[in-house]
């Protein structure tokens, strides 16, 4: 508001061509512009711009026009004497300080009210984005709600069916799975004594406060029993309180004996410290693994051992990160167990996930800055990485293991196939040499039979070359007959070619003059058609004409009225600061708000369409109305009916198509 005030005075006296207020103007101001409300509240913003220039110009010297004039000797001796003789000046007037004082407490006033609305929205956009973020906290606890609920159902339906299983399967634990039966069922009944010696008094007295309330109002007679009623619920409350400061002390203590007990993390170093173990010596049986070739079995030991000290060293760097760590990373169990669950509520999936879980756990942990738990956060990154990347390293070892132990086992296996084959192989060789005499003995024998075969083949082939002649004659005769038999059939289909080309050109020649006389009429209709557009074209150019002689009328006559308004507004008043300073005639009308404002409207142009008596009255519109009543509008006789029934109006003889007319 301040800038405004500050630039509309400079854009005024820019374009501004007498300098004189918004009061002034709106004097000479139509009817019409005097009662629009957009008008009003730029002439009163005007206004306050004027007024605050001049008391600007005033405290400030920026008016040079009203402080400077021409210094001269007897001006000055003439003020003077003038102010000896008592004599009133015209120039100058006595500065009003009571009237710039208000002024000036009234700007202040209106600045402190305009701070008092920023800060009241600030207030507002806080409390917008407190409530986005707890409505963002409700859905993601309504999520992890109905997961955790999942699951317990899923764990309790697990138990009591592994229950259920051992039960019926009662062998050499069938005492241990009645132990836990019936520790259940003690559990069991546990809860439901505390159940109703602390949960089920309190929804009694809830139930009969609530029917207190509803039947009976309280009154000033009944203070006393109200006061009794309110101690009753004082005492429950304390009773209840007493009851769950117990049983979260019972918690602590045996989260405390849980902690101090440490097996998780005992078990776990121990677990891992075997399973190092186990991976730094070689398998059994690859030392107890036979080997025909002893430098083989040392590279294999060696390859092991060598493999053994690459992945020890890794795991050493890895495990050197963790110093000085532990599992809560420094802070204790419960605060981080908290940090644990907050932080796995939020998935990554979630728009502005960190700045989520960051503000639950500034709300969870109070007594934890914002740093400590980023702080707390990438030390918990850090030991996340290093124990993933020890358990890659482990998982990594033990593949490369497998996978070495494998290899190791077939290149034994292989040795041991090549020196069996190496001792078979001299053995095989005497055998050879014995099958090489036989062989050489029946090649001998095969010779003389292929001899004879290759006689008897020679015999054969002779009586087959005079069937074979006798056997291509006969085909030859055939061949003859059959190609006579031929040349007859084409003969035929040749003249039967002839007469139906013949036909052919008959009927495409009658065709092509009957599509002749077609193109004919088409022509001639075609013409008709560009002559009747032709027309209908010049007398809608004619009426165009018309109405754009019309418009430029209604322009001239509607320039001709905003001249004679613009000489109506025209400024003619001259300076009158009392006139300035009072009320305007936007002003005084808006104080009497009883007067009706005359809203001239025009519609922005005008609609030529049928009407509805038009739209009713086609014996079409009714017909399908009668017939969507009757339910018969989808029916074939329903199409039928109404692509015979004719137009009330035929249609225009340049529209007329006969593209489908045959």
């Not at 999520?143 to 009591?160: F, G, H, I, P, Q």
């Not at 890794?314 to 802070?331: I, Q």
Request: glycine share 2%; aromatic share 6%.
């Amino acid at each position: 508001m301040r800038t405004l005030l500050h630039t509309v005075p400079y854009y005024w006296e820019k374009f501004s061509p007498s300098l004189c207020p918004a009061s002034t103007l709106e004097l000479h101001a139509s009817p019409d512009e005097q009662r629009s409300p957009w008008l009003r509240l730029v002439h009163r913003l005007a206004d306050e711009a004027w007024n605050a220039n001049l008391y600007k110009r005033k405290m400030s010297g920026r008016d040079l026009r009203a402080f400077l004039s021409s210094h001269r000797a007897e001006d000055v001796e003439k003020l003077t004497q003038r102010v000896k003789d008592d004599l009133g000046i015209n120039k100058y007037k006595p500065v009003q300080y009571d009237k710039l004082q208000a002024m000036v407490e009234a700007k202040k006033q209106y600045s402190e009210k305009i701070e008092h609305k920023i800060q009241k929205s600030l207030r507002v956009v806080q409390e917008r984005r407190e409530s986005g973020l707890l409505r963002q906290h409700r859905h993601v606890w309504a999520s992890e709600n109905r997961k955790l609920n999942r699951t317990r159902e899923r764990v309790e339906a697990d138990m009591r069916n592994f229950l259920t299983r051992s039960r019926l399967d009662e062998g050499e634990d069938g005492a241990l799975f009645t132990d836990l039966v019936h520790a259940e069922l003690r559990l069991e009944h546990e809860r439901e004594a505390f159940r109703l010696a602390t949960v089920e008094p309190v929804c009694q007295l809830k139930e009969d406060l609530l029917y207190r309330l509803m039947s009976r109002p309280p009154a000033a007679n009944h203070h006393e029993e109200w006061v009794q009623v309110l101690q009753q619920v004082v005492s429950v409350k304390e009773q209840q309180q007493a009851v769950m400061d117990r049983m979260q002390e019972e918690c602590v203590v045996l989260e405390q004996e849980l902690s101090a007990a440490g097996l998780e993390e005992r078990l776990d170093t121990a677990a891992v410290e075997e399973y190092v173990g186990v991976l730094e010596q070689i398998p059994e049986e690859i030392l107890t693994a036979h080997c025909p070739y002893p430098e083989a079995k040392e590279s294999i030991i060696r390859a092991f051992i060598n493999m053994s000290e690459k992945y020890s060293q890794r795991l050493e760097t890895a495990r050197s990160r963790l110093l000085g760590l532990d599992r809560n990373c420094g802070w204790n169990e419960e605060d981080h167990l908290r940090f644990l669950h907050i932080i796995g509520q939020y998935s990554p999936e979630l728009r502005n996930h960190r700045g989520l879980y960051m503000d639950m756990l500034q709300r969870i942990l109070p007594h934890i800055s914002r740093a400590e738990l980023s702080a707390h956060e990438r030390t918990w990154d850090w030991y996340r990485f290093s124990v993933e990347q020890e358990r890659l390293l482990l998982e990594s070892w033990h593949r490369e293991q497998a996978f070495l132990r494998l290899r190791t086992l077939r290149l034994l296996e292989d040795a041991r196939v090549i020196y069996d084959e190496e001792q078979s192989l001299q053995s095989d060789r005497i055998h050879q040499q014995h099958i090489c005499v036989q062989l050489r003995q029946k090649l001998q024998q095969w010779h003389e039979q292929q001899e004879e075969v290759a006689q008897m083949e020679a015999a054969i082939a002779s009586r087959w070359q005079e069937e074979e002649k006798e056997r291509q004659k006969e085909e030859q005769e055939r061949e003859h007959a059959k190609r006579t038999r031929q040349k007859k059939q084409v003969r035929e289909f040749h003249e039967e070619q002839r007469r139906r080309r013949a036909e052919w050109r008959c009927r495409e020649e009658t065709r092509l003059a009957l599509l002749r006389r077609e193109m004919e009429e088409q022509a001639r209709r075609d013409k008709e058609r560009v002559q009747f557009r032709e027309k209908l074209l010049q007398h809608r150019q004619q009426e165009q004409q018309a109405k754009e002689r019309l418009r430029q009328r209604e322009d001239e006559e509607r320039e001709e009225r905003l001249q004679t308004l613009r000489n109506q507004v025209a400024i003619v008043a001259g300076a009158d600061p009392e006139r300035m300073m009072g009320q305007t005639e936007a002003w005084r009308t808006r104080l009497q708000p009883d007067k009706e404002e005359f809203m001239l409207q025009r519609p922005l142009y005008h609609l030529h369409t049928f009407t509805d008596t038009q739209i009713i009255a086609d014996p079409r519109v009714r017909i399908e109305q009668a017939l969507r009543t009757a339910g018969l509008h989808h029916t074939h006789y329903a199409r039928t009916l109404l692509s015979e029934i004719p137009p009330p109006r035929p249609p225009r003889r340049d529209t007329e198509s006969t593209a489908f007319k045959s």
